[in-house]
């Protein structure tokens, strides 16, 4: 399920005993962006790019310490830097502190978070939205209607359009909604809705926007009582038709995408007796059906991103999972002819102790993260790296002519357009851009509204007008400002320095220069030899308050009363709450009574994956099926892939699958 959402990290990421990576075949090679030593960046619990402003990229290191008693008061701490799309280098750091849950995800200069919240005795969904260019955090807005003290309304799945958010949440037992609420708002939007009544595969679930879609459409897809399922549907009149998609096969994996001409899904269904992955592809105008057959070692699918009027398919070599390295590739797809594009380019093969992160621009390029992991808990990573893998779709080398590329039209659903025509595009645009035929270009940062790119008519709160200059530049730190005087007060975390606010080093919430704390936040404590916060973790420890004192532990340990993390009793433990025994399990086990972790085989010696915190197999070998969530009982004669002894999914080599779902051998 596509999730944009993190839990203290968002991104598709690939932890990687090696400490290296080698690239190959980008537009731009990744080069270094940071220090080792920069621990504001090397020494947190996330990194990651994403676009804080439209269109632009930064590089964002994230702290959080959480708050197991109320996680909507968990601490934040963010450091980040602008990214200069051409040079791949970046500014200087900016940094913000606050309070909020854990699932975030960033939108024109606001950090916003969803979480379900249950402080009165009554379960509710809220959205919180923090500035990050300063000023105060918005009330909390509750976005259910929930009156089930038993019942905990959960975020499926999000979309956005322009700068309105659309929330799909579970609101009762099967009954998927949808809200919306404009970012910068305090108010939720008019007209939530129902899309289906029936919703048994909460992670199934994805939403997609893309410019073949108009302003008022978003593209779902879902799997319901083991049926694929997709709709179109309008946020407008709040209209869903939900339509069964044929030729769905429940082994299929499935993903939705939306382009600028094209919408459906992408699916692959492992074919094991000719070692293949079968690719099938369906768009707005055609059923789903295959395309493409490829080889299993090379060929499994890892990521869709929409590029333009095509589709960029990213693979993994997956025979070399298990292996010291891992490669990766990626093809890009011509959806008006379904044929490939571009053919098959190899880009990365990484190895077990490093990552990376994608992110790709909304209309502009695909970028990679690439770092090397910490080698001890306590270590600090190294070697961040930032490339672009794919420039632009607007800088491909078409085969397409000049001619035939500008007769074709953008979709009504341009960014920051209110008016648009066929002939010419958009004519008028919202506030906050300014018209560029045929499109609306969103005006600088801190910009609330321009005339061009260069040209500030007003700004943004926490952002002052230069007159001369027609620039707004940031306040950010600042309590006090005259135009006279500049600054002469700063906020907590900054000092004052030349009319400026200069935020104070890693973990200090109040100094006295940008090498001398005075008081540490939270998880920091204050070394009085060097005048600086340090966070100095023991072992097994994944959060701390001091060198002595842990409050959250890795998985495999857990917290005694002395606030010490100690190894759980088994190996086999993912975690525990003392050393009697395991509350679940790790891969390959599963939890038995009395807290012990077996392995899959004592259910059953044909028993290949089982739950992890109960005895329950989930997948037998080929050829067996599950019976009554614990044995392992044989298809019938003939049968390859089954779901019981009456329904033949596939035939062995030599058989076909008759009328009944059985199978009968070829004479």
């Given at each position: 399920?596509r ?10 990421t ?9 690239t ?23 990194l990651r ?9 930064y590089?964002l ?50 950090a916003i978070?969803?979480n379900?919240?249950?402080d ?8 919180y ?5 300063g000023g ?34 579970i ?6 909604k ?16 129902t ?13 997609v ?7 008022n459409?978003?593209?779902?897809m ?7 399922m ?29 382009t ?12 094991f007796t ?10 707005n105008t ?8 490829y ?5 499994a ?8 009027p ?7 070599d ?8 891992v ?11 379904l ?6 380019t ?6 077990h ?8 621009v ?8 690439l ?5 001890e808990v ?12 794919l ?7 078409d085969s ?13 659903g ?20 300014f ?8 005006c ?5 509204n ?8 007003a ?9 001369s ?22 906020q ?11 935020a ?5 919430s ?5 090498d001398?704390c005075?008081i ?8 009085s ?14 959060n ?45 086990y ?34 067996y099926?599950?019976s ?17 002894d009456?329904t ?20």
């Open positions: 399920m999730k944009i959402f993190v839990v203290i990290a968002l991104a598709v690939l932890r990687c005993a090696f400490s290296a990576y080698e190959k075949n980008y537009a731009k090679d990744p080069i270094s962006i940071i220090e080792d030593s920069d621990i504001n960046f090397t020494n947190m619990s996330a790019l994403d676009s804080l402003t439209l269109g632009e990229v590089l290191s994230q702290k959080v310490q959480i708050n197991s008693e109320n996680i909507s008061a968990s601490k934040w701490n963010i450091w980040y830097k602008k990214l200069d799309a051409k040079t791949l280098t970046i500014s200087s750091n900016d940094s913000v502190a606050f309070t909020a849950p854990l699932n975030i995800f960033f939108y024109n200069n606001y978070f969803i379900s919240d249950n009165t005795n009554i379960p509710q969904l809220r959205l939205q923090i500035p990050l260019n105060a955090a918005l009330s909390s807005v509750t976005l259910s209607k929930n009156r089930n003290k038993s019942f905990t309304p959960v975020i499926a799945d999000y979309a956005m359009i322009g700068k309105t958010v659309y929330i799909f949440y609101a009762s037992y099967k009954r998927l949808v809200i919306n609420i404009r970012l910068g708002s305090s108010t939720v939007g008019k007209g939530e809705f899309v289906t009544a029936t919703f048994d595969s909460p992670a199934s679930l994805q939403v926007w893309g410019e073949s879609l108009s302003n459409q978003l593209f779902a879902w799997i319901e009582n083991q049926v694929l997709e709709s179109v549907i309008d946020v407008s009149k709040r209209t869903v038709t939900p339509t069964v998609v044929g030729a769905y096969d429940k082994a299929f994996y499935c993903l939705a995408y939306a600028k001409k094209y919408y459906g899904e992408v699916c692959v269904k492992g074919n000719d070692n293949t992955f079968d690719y099938y592809i369906k768009t055609t059923p789903l059906a295959p395309l493409v057959s080889p299993t070692e090379t060929s699918l890892y990521h869709l991103y929409a590029y333009g095509y589709l960029v398919v990213i693979f993994i997956s025979t070399t999972i298990s292996s010291v390295s490669s990766y590739s990626y093809e890009i797809w011509n959806l008006d002819t044929t490939p594009f571009k053919d098959r190899y880009f990365l093969n990484i190895y102790n490093s990552t990376f992160n994608f992110y790709k909304p209309g502009g390029g695909l970028y990679t993260l770092y090397d992991n910490r080698k306590n270590d600090t990573i190294s070697n961040v790296k930032i490339g672009l893998l420039d632009s779709y607007a800088s491909l080398d397409e002519s000049t001619s035939n590329r500008s007769n074709q039209t953008s979709s009504p341009t960014e920051g357009c209110t008016r648009w025509n066929v002939a010419s595009g958009c004519t008028s645009c919202q506030t906050g851009y018209l560029q035929v045929p499109r609306c270009i969103a600088p940062v801190g910009c609330s321009c005339s061009d790119a260069d040209t500030c008519t700004c943004l709160p926490g952002y002052l007008l230069n007159h200059t027609a620039k707004c530049f940031v306040t950010k730190g600042c309590s006090n400002w005259t135009m006279e005087e500049g600054c002469t007060c700063c907590s975390g900054f000092f004052l320095q030349d009319q400026q606010c200069i104070c080093p890693s973990g200090c109040e100094c006295r220069e940008t001398k005075l540490c936040l939270s998880g920091f404590y204050l070394d030899t060097s005048a600086q916060c340090i966070m100095s973790c023991p072992s097994g420890c994944s701390c308050s001091d060198p002595n004192t842990c409050i959250i532990c890795l998985p495999g340990y857990y917290l005694n009363s002395q606030d010490n993390c100690v190894q759980c009793s088994s190996k086999h433990c993912a975690s525990c709450d003392d050393q009697n025994g395991c509350t679940s399990c790790i891969n390959g599963y939890l038995f009574s009395g807290g012990i972790c077996f392995p899959c085989a004592m259910l059953d010696s044909k028993c290949v994956s089982c739950d992890t915190t109960s005895a329950k197999c989930l997948e037998c070998e080929k050829g099926y599950i009554q969530k614990i044995k392992c009982l044989a298809c019938s004669a003939g049968c390859e892939i089954c779901a019981d009456a033949c999914r596939k035939c062995k080599p030599n058989h076909y699958l008759n009328l009944n779902q059985g199978c009968t051998p070829l004479h």
